[in-house]
């Protein structure tokens, strides 16, 4: 059985991390198979939106400790440079919606993959942890960048010092996530979130990405140009002309993605 499992269904990738008797934890097979899978999805122009779960009961427990100290593993000095940052670069920069829904526990950089998403859904077992001090290493996959800009300076600090764990109705009222589903309803609430967005203006919704990505580091200044120079891209859409038209005809958009 592959570590991920991939499917294309009413336009969206559905990306499932597939080692449930390890909570998902990633190893090299399972990170570079993302890796592929985010490519697929950016490529292919059917797939609007991007889906990732966890197989089983868990979301994914970060790194596979086993494979750390294994000495045919991939080695410390690769891990970072060759399995986390191009998932999370990837994440970032795929010109579509992705959704992570976190069905289970999250820790270590199964956490962090799962808050680098653009909507970040749970369930209401589900909980999140940066699990990094716990076994002396520092928070990474993107958590030093993103946490603090979702939580705050002094909650990221308090959760990264520590590694707690938090519930995700805490998570939810933090900001850390977005909503919080019952778990006999999950997979349903958060499928439908994901097949919204695949029948939204897919390049508009790169563009608010693609703009988002810029305001944490940009100056005011900075982020209005940005602004100015893709809402010109977005009205040049097919989709902006659709949407006006189905607002003044007073009918539902049908957007294509383009
Ligand atoms: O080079 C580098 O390492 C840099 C990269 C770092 C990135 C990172 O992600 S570092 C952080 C790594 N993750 C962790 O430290 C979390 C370790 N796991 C846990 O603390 C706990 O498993 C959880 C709190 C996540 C869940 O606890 P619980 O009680 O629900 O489940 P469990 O019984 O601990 O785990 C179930 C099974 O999954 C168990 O296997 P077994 O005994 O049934 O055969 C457990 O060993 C396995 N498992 C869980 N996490 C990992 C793991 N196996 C390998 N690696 C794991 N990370």
């Known amino acids: 059985m592959s570590s991920i499992l991939f499917e294309i269904k009413n336009n969206i990738g559905f990306i499932t991390l597939n080692r449930p008797d390890?909570?998902?934890a990633f190893n090299k097979e399972m990170a570079l198979l993302l890796q592929n899978k985010l490519d697929e999805c950016a490529s292919l122009k059917e797939v609007r939106c991007v889906y990732?779960?966890?197989?089983?009961?868990?979301?994914?427990?970060?790194?596979?400790?086993a494979e750390v100290i294994d000495p045919a593993g991939p080695g410390m000095e690769k891990i970072l440079s060759e399995h986390y940052n191009p998932i999370i670069t990837r994440i970032r920069n795929i010109p579509k919606p992705v959704v992570a829904a976190v069905n289970g526990v999250a820790a270590g950089a199964g956490a962090n993959i799962a808050l680098a998403c653009d909507v970040v859904l749970a369930s209401v077992s589900a909980s999140f942890i940066q699990a990094f001090s716990k076994i002396a290493l520092i928070p990474d996959s993107g958590g030093t960048y993103t946490l603090p800009r979702l939580i705050g300076w002094q909650k990221a600090s308090a959760l990264m010092l520590l590694g707690d764990k938090i519930a995700a109705t805490d998570a939810e009222r933090m900001g850390m996530i977005y909503k919080v589903f019952e778990d006999e309803s999950f997979e349903?609430?958060?499928?439908k979130i994901a097949v919204t967005l695949a029948q939204l203006p897919t390049k508009s919704l790169s563009y608010i990405k693609h703009v988002l990505n810029y305001s944490?580091?940009?100056?005011?200044?900075?982020?209005?140009?940005?602004?100015?120079?893709?809402?010109q891209k977005a009205a040049a859409t097919k989709d902006f002309t659709e949407g006006v038209n189905a607002f003044l005809e007073k009918r539902k958009s049908n957007f294509t993605g383009e």
């Open 22 to 24: 390890k909570l998902n």
């Open 52 to 65: 990732i779960i966890g197989a089983g009961k868990g979301f994914s427990a970060g790194q596979d400790l």
């Open 188 to 191: 349903d609430e958060s499928k």
């Open 216 to 231: 944490a580091t940009n100056n005011l200044e900075e982020q209005l140009l940005l602004e100015d120079q893709f809402q």
